[in-house]
């Protein structure tokens, strides 16, 4: 028989043989396998040879077989009956998996009903303990077979009950083969209903104190595979864990009463290391969590499940990393695994967990820690602080960091989800905070997102964005953003919104304001204003632009929400920086962007956080610019507009030109809705704010119009707006007034009658330039309003000076260049007018700044009937001062020095000899008649006066000169004032060091110049004189023999002199002093400050032979130099100075110069008269012996 079996058979026919090596008779290896004398060893060889042939050749077995049906019974009647005659182990197996394959290879039902009946006699006649074959087969079966699972519990029920006294049977191999067949039965959905009322009955508490008390690792699987069976259905999983009662044959000590047992259990095997029960556990656990959390989690919490998850956490297993990830994130969803403090226990272990699983090439389980540390970090509650140990929080800004910069897009998406959730101040809030590196994770969140996005082609304004239509031909180019960029765009917008809300929360925080722990005398990086900083720069270098760059290609609701809300967080991250940021931010058409982004989302009611978030970002950031850019403002005026913007940006969801129209309409009568004067008055502040800083985007025509109507509206329906919204009308209708058409009679009456009704003027003032020229345009409006307009323009125009600019009239460049006043005054004359009452109306600053305009404006402008216009104003004004005022008043008043000063400038302009008017004569009497009521102190009335009165003398024929002179003259106090001003030259005392001309200095150089030149005319008209001047010669050469001592002086007067020019209309060529107060004709200092000499080269010389070689230095075109500098020095003086002994050096001749500097005019008139000759030659001899005097 065995020969038989392993060759050609001759008693059983060539066609039984199996093609095998070496061939196989299937009739005698059926003969052999019931013969009941063949050893085991034998029949394990048959059965292995049968299921290499059923392996392998299945096909010819199935062919030999399957006709014979009485041959196929016959094989699996014997194979079946040695499954509980043969006690080896081995050959168990053999003959399940040869039943098995046989089965599944014939196809056929029938065969699996004998077995079906055969097992269960089986089972009625035997003991359990050799029912573990039976069970093991049927499990197999049930596995291979699809429909066995159904035919067993379909047609043969009865065998449930066979399987729960396999449970109860003290043998863990039984209980493994029926958990097996168990989770076969359960998994079929008619095995599921069928057995529904049975486990619920009889096996739910007999099964989980059989998991409970398993010690095989084959049972705790099979038990597991049962269970995860079981929990794929939510009416299991509820009555497993509603299962808090134990049976009272409940072995396990292990389990409390009133507890539920499954927990426990699970917990019990995730206590074990076997990491495939570990898994199998956390897999069982996620699959009753999933069914409902907030439902079941509370369960395995109170178990402290969660503790021992994450202590798995700490292997190298990615599929129990993996359970475990999905088990935690579940238990997220319940407020009790946080208030627990599981995650402040499990949150070292999840970081190091990252750290290790970032080192597998697993993108899934990297996504997947992303995920349940980005909800752990979302959900932590704000009072328990989840970062108790600050390596750990580093050690979390590490993981970050390498996760954002991860080259898989969805691994870095997570990344920027979980720093959006970590960056909150409970989570930062343990000191010190590390500013530092948070601004390196921002900064990688910020690139990486850059990074993804497409280079912009042109640089745009925000409001150009909606230009670019996606219908666009030039945009279908770039087709559709991808989903995943848009998402990665908002957790970035996300992650640098919750810094700037942390930078601003940080603020009230005095421990997170900067590292305590820095070492002394030794500058941190990690403070709060450094992060701020950096989080206002970076936004304006990345996070705009960036977003910018997106918004040109598709515009997201929740992109533009979280963008325009990060904005807004902005304006407070940096307090000091918010005025310069919201004037950027203006200046970019982000108030057109916003506007547009409420017009096409926010309309009929739709998405209100964006809407809300817009108007938020509108209101901050008008208030911040009306902070930045209003001079006076209010308090309550702000909190006026405060208000209004609040309550109607909101409803402003209209197009732009939807927002013109709204302009025009007129409110009902008897209205008691606001909404459209709110509308209006809000549309009206956000163009204000937008035109002040350059974003005209509305065509300026059309603005024009629509303010225009919008003022005849208000003033139709007797609803006079607030002084704030007339101050931004104004200026709209001012800055648009050049594209728009000139406004008519009407419109004209209505703004007069509307300002007329305001107390003051400045409340609508804006100081701008075409404001200005608007008010100045129409004459309806100059003659009402602009005496107020220009005053309130000089108040406001930046243009104070230092002493260094005062003597020349020093002022800003925009008032010499670009004032838009000077084209103004040209044109219109009679402004002029208004900027005389200015000067005398109004306060020292303004009358300073109105005499630069005016002087600018001269020079520029050499109109005669401009000046005798002038001339005419200036008496009338000096003619009420005079009568009005008293001496004393008259000294009080600081305007009238400047008066006198611009009528000194008017006098110049007049070039060449004229007659002078009566206008002349009156204003030579008034000014004379004022030098009388002052005391020589009186410096500022003085000085402009003195050089008025020289200037009328010289600048004029001799017929006028000589009226002039009687004039002056006659005027017993002027020359009571002269001798008084005369007499302070002998008094003054000499200056302590290098000081350039004081004022007193220069009224004293005027006064000799104006007594010598009435000297020398009186004495060639002969006038009558009602007072006389007493002059001491011998004074007059003290002085100049002491006068100055400090010979430094010397060169910083004649420098000066020998470079300067003549004003216009000054062909007398004597050098003008410009110093504060002055403005002489015959002062000569020196305007602009010299850098001072060396004292040493003026020490005193002795004569010698060697100095006469200085002489020859000195040379012709030196001493051309020095004449040149006083070319109205008469011949007779220039002669005197030629007889000086050329032995005197450089430095002795310039001495006497500076020393004949005060005495000048009236040794230049004594030179110049009739002296006798013997006189002249003492003088000469005195003005020698005086040279000598000084160079010793």
């Known amino acids: ?68 049906e009485r041959v196929c019974m016959h094989l699996i009647g014997t194979l079946f009956g040695m499954l509980h005659t043969v006690e080896d182990s081995g050959a168990l197996d053999l003959l399940v998996e040869v039943l098995v394959r046989l089965v599944v290879e014939l196809k056929s039902e029938q065969y699996l009903c004998s077995i079906l009946n055969e097992s269960q006699k089986e089972l009625c006649k035997g003991t359990m303990r050799s029912s573990l074959p039976t069970f093991t087969l049927l499990g197999k079966l049930a596995d291979a077979v699809p429909g066995f699972a159904d035919l067993l519990v379909v047609e043969h029920s009865n ?23 168990y989770g076969k039965l359960y998994s079929s959905p008619v095995g599921t209903g069928r057995l529904s009322t049975h486990f619920e009955e009889r096996l739910c508490s007999l099964f989980l104190n059989t998991l409970g008390c398993a010690q095989t690792k084959e049972l705790q699987v099979n038990c597991l595979g049962l269970l995860k069976e079981l929990l794929k259905s939510d009416h299991f999983v509820s009555i497993l864990m509603n299962n808090s009662k134990l049976e009272e044959e409940t072995e396990s000590p292990d389990f409390v009463e009133g507890e539920n047992p499954l927990p426990l259990v699970l917990k019990k095997l995730l206590l074990t290391r076997d990491e495939i029960l570990q898994a199998a556990s956390s897999h069982c656990v996620a699959a009753v969590l999933v069914q409902s959390p907030s439902r079941y989690a509370p369960a395995f919490i109170h178990a402290d ?50 750290q290790d699983v970032l080192q597998m090439n697993n993108v899934v389980l990297h996504k997947q820690g992303l995920l349940l540390f980005t909800e752990i970090l979302k959900r932590q509650p704000v009072e328990i602080k989840l970062f108790t140990n600050q390596g750990v929080c580093i050690k979390a800004i590490d993981v970050l960091m390498e996760t954002v910069n991860c080259p898989v897009l969805e691994v870095a998406v997570e990344a920027v989800r979980a720093v959006a959730a970590f960056l909150r101040k409970d989570h930062l809030s343990s000191p010190p905070v ?20 497409p280079p912009q082609s042109s640089k745009r304004h925000a409001g150009d964005l909606f230009s670019v239509s996606q219908n666009h031909p030039a945009n279908r180019s770039h087709g559709r953003v991808p989903h995943r960029q848009g998402q990665f765009l908002l957790n970035t917008l996300e992650s640098f919104r919750n810094a700037c809300r942390l930078a601003v929360e940080f603020q009230g925080d005095f421990m997170a304001q900067e590292n305590a722990f820095t070492a002394p005398n030794s500058e941190s990086k990690d403070t709060l204003s450094n992060f701020s900083e950096f989080l206002l720069r970076i936004c ?7 977003v910018m760059s997106y918004l040109q290609r598709a515009v997201s609701v929740s992109v533009a929400e979280v963008f325009i809300s990060t904005l807004n967080i902005l304006f407070t991250v940096v307090p000091n920086m918010r005025n310069k940021f919201s004037k950027k931010l203006a200046s970019s058409s982000f108030i057109q962007l916003t506007l547009e982004l409420k017009a096409r989302f926010c309309s009929v009611q739709s998405n209100p956080v964006l809407n809300q978030t817009c108007s938020s970002f509108l209101c901050s950031l008008c208030l911040n610019l009306y902070s930045a850019t209003e001079k006076r403002r209010t308090s309550q005026e702000e909190q006026e507009m405060s208000d209004l913007l609040q309550k109607g940006l909101p409803q402003l969801n209209y197009t732009i030109a939807e927002s013109l129209l709204l302009l025009s309409e007129t409110p009902e009568p008897f209205c008691l809705d606001q909404s459209l004067c709110s509308h209006q008055h809000c549309f009206i502040l956000l163009l204000y704010f937008a035109y002040t800083l350059g974003d005209r985007f509305v065509p300026d025509a059309e603005l024009f119009r629509a303010v225009r109507n919008f003022l005849l509206s208000a003033q139709d329906s007797a609803d006079c707006p607030p002084p704030h919204i007339l101050r931004a009308a104004l200026y709209l209708l001012a800055v648009c007034q050049d594209k728009g058409e000139a406004l008519d009679l009407r419109s004209l009456c209505t703004i007069r009658r509307i300002l007329d009704n305001l107390p003051d003027l400045s409340l609508v003032y804006v100081h701008c330039p075409l404001l200005l020229k608007f008010f100045l345009r129409y004459p309806e409006l100059m003659g009402r309003f602009g005496h107020q307009v220009l005053q309130l323009w000089f108040s406001w125009e930046d243009c104070k000076q230092t002493e260094a600019e005062e003597p020349g009239f020093g002022m800003s460049d925009q008032l010499k260049s670009d004032s838009p006043l000077l084209p103004i005054l040209k044109s219109n004359s ?56 008293s001496s004393a008043t008259l000294q009080a008043n600081r305007n009238l020095p400047v008066l006198l000063s611009l009528l000194f400038l008017v006098q110049m302009q007049s070039k060449g000899m004229r007659e002078l008017d009566s206008t002349d004569f009156k204003l030579l009497h008034q000014v004379s008649n004022l030098c009388g009521k002052c005391r020589p102190r009186d410096t500022g009335l003085l000085q402009p006066s003195l050089n008025f009165l020289y200037w009328s003398l010289h600048q004029t024929t001799p017929c006028s000169q000589q009226r002039a002179v009687a004039v002056l003259l006659s005027n017993v106090s002027l020359l009571e004032l002269l001798q008084k001003v005369l007499e302070c030259t002998w008094l003054q005392s000499s200056p302590s060091g290098p000081a350039y001309l004081s004022s007193e200095d220069a009224l004293l150089c005027s006064g000799w110049l104006l007594v010598a030149s009435l000297l020398l005319y009186q004495h060639r008209y002969n006038t009558e004189v009602h007072q006389t001047l007493s002059l001491d010669l011998k004074e007059v050469l003290n002085a100049v023999i002491f006068r100055n001592k400090k010979p430094i002086l010397l060169l910083e007067r004649l420098a000066s002199l020998s470079g300067r020019g003549c004003l216009p209309g000054n062909p007398s060529g004597i050098p003008v002093c410009e110093e504060p107060g002055c403005c002489s004709t015959c002062c000569f200092t020196a305007v602009a400050p010299i850098p001072a000499l060396h004292t040493t080269q003026w020490g005193p010389e002795v004569p010698s032979a060697a100095r006469s070689s200085q002489a020859d230095d000195f040379g012709e075109q030196e001493k051309g130099r020095l004449f040149s500098i006083f070319p109205c020095v008469g011949t007779m003086y220039v002669g005197q100075l030629l007889k000086l002994n050329l032995l005197h050096t450089h430095n002795q001749i310039q001495l006497w110069l500076c020393l004949a500097l005060y005495p000048y005019p009236i040794l230049t008139m004594i030179l110049s008269s009739e002296l006798p000759l013997h006189t002249l030659q003492k003088l000469t001899a005195v003005s020698e012996y005086v040279l000598f005097f000084w160079c010793l």
Request: charged share 20%; net charge negative.
């Open 305 to 354: 499940v969660p503790e021992f998850l994450f202590e798995c956490l700490l292997c190298k297993n990615e599929i129990l990393i993996w359970s475990v990830y999905c088990c935690l994130l579940l238990l997220t969803e319940e407020r009790l695994f946080f208030s627990k403090c599981h995650t402040v226990y499990g949150i070292e272990s999840l970081v190091r967990s990252l």
């Open 159 to 181: 065998f449930v009950d066979h399987l729960l006294m396999g449970l109860l049977y003290p043998n863990e191999g039984i209980k493994a083969a029926v958990c097996y067949l």
């Open 830 to 885: 009679s402004i002029l007018l208004i900027l005389l009452d200015l000067v005398c109306s109004s306060s020292e600053e303004v009358a300073w700044k109105v005499l630069m305009t005016l002087r600018t404006f001269l020079e520029r402008n050499e109109d005669v009937l401009v000046c005798d216009l002038l001339r005419s104003r200036f008496l009338q004004i000096l003619q009420q001062l005079l009568v009005e005022s």
């Open 1 to 68: 028989m065995a020969a038989g079996a392993e060759g050609p058979c001759g008693a059983h026919g060539a066609r039984w043989a199996l093609p095998l090596r070496p061939p196989l008779c299937l009739a005698c290896a059926v003969e052999t396998l019931g013969d009941g004398s063949a050893s085991l060893v034998r029949k394990k060889h048959v059965l292995s040879r049968l299921q290499d042939a059923l392996a392998w050749q299945a096909l010819p077995v199935v062919q030999l077989l399957a006709p014979d």
């Open 540 to 546: 304006d270098r990345l996070c705009i632009p960036m």
């Open 434 to 453: 590390p500013y530092e590196l948070l601004q390196k994770l921002l900064e990688a969140v910020l690139k990486r997102c850059a990074d993804l996005s």
